[in-house]
């Protein structure tokens, strides 16, 4: 798919938008705003828009972006990728649709949703912190703006400039996404729920799931967002200890936890190794301003 020029991104320092140039990041092109602010593409296609002090947050290590690849590619989660993109597939418009996905990792979701709405060929941008996924993003999506950002910051988008913002397992910045979001749009969230790889986390030390995270998500999007549907995914896995361990790995435990301590504990596992992923698929519409 030929790439389009990304009207909608500011620059991060300024704030200005762009020149329009028409550059395709994997050319090694640059982008440039009326200040003269520029970012050279890496080399893999993405830009680093992270200047000054970057973020605190810690990013997802190489080996960790390479355990959700390995993962995602096998197709273990593509009904829930299915799911995310047949949510914002129909809220598309016919022309000039535009799609963010917010903590993108190494892109396969978006790729999917890219898939299905071929027909209409939205603008898209991927967003993540972690350079090593966005690395495999770029090649994956090389029709998106891929870039390395904080999603806690202000967005690098203009207001009211996409039609859907999909988070997928990824922080959420209700403020900025509600900004960035055109009247009708749509805001994908997905979470997991109670229970979600139970079997496997129990085995391997994974992160339980929170007490009452339903509860402080409803709370954080209450003031930007109204619930338009939500729904369950259950995919049942059957994994060999290799996937099962990619599994346990490429996630929040994957900062706390080695992969060899993960092996470890499922060295010896028969095959294959069963667990039932559990998610949550939230679909939100912007808030209405009440009527003075």
């Not at 396969?108 to 993003?137: E, H, M």
Request: include cysteine.
């Amino acid at each position: 798919m030929p790439f389009a020029p990304h009207l909608s991104l500011l620059c991060p320092v300024c704030r200005q938008p762009f020149e329009p140039s028409g550059a395709h990041p994997q050319a090694g092109k640059r982008l440039v705003c009326p200040a003269g602010h520029s970012f050279d593409a890496a080399r893999q296609g993405y830009f680093n828009f992270l200047v000054g002090k970057g973020t605190a947050f810690e990013a997802d290590s190489a080996a960790m972006v390479e355990a959700r690849h390995s993962f995602l590619a096998a197709g273990h989660y593509l009904p829930l990728a299915t799911a995310v993109a047949a949510a914002v597939v129909r809220v598309l418009p016919a022309t000039g649709a535009a799609v963010l996905d917010s903590g993108t990792g190494t892109g396969q979701y978006l790729r999917v949703l890219l898939d299905q709405a071929a027909a209409t060929a939205p603008a898209a941008y991927g967003l993540d912190i972690s350079k090593y996924a966005l690395r495999r993003a770029a090649r994956l999506n090389p029709e998106a703006m891929n870039l390395v950002w904080d999603i806690w910051q202000p967005l690098p988008l203009a207001t009211d400039s996409v039609d859907a913002v999909t988070v997928v397992f990824a922080p959420r910045n209700p403020a900025e996404f509600a900004r960035v979001l055109r009247p009708a749009g749509r805001l994908v969230v997905v979470t997991p729920r109670s229970g979600h790889l139970a079997e496997l986390a129990a085995r391997t030390g994974m992160l339980a799931i929170e007490e009452g995270k339903d509860a402080r998500l409803a709370a954080a999007m209450a003031s930007h967002f109204d619930l338009e549907s939500s729904s369950d995914i259950d995919i049942p896995l059957s994994l060999t200890v290799s996937q099962a361990t990619d599994l346990a790995f490429m996630g929040p435990a994957g900062h706390h936890l080695g992969r060899e301590a993960i092996a470890g504990r499922l060295a010896g596992s028969r095959e294959p190794v069963t667990a039932e992923a559990r998610f949550k698929l939230l679909v939100f519409t912007p808030a209405q301003t009440p009527a003075e």
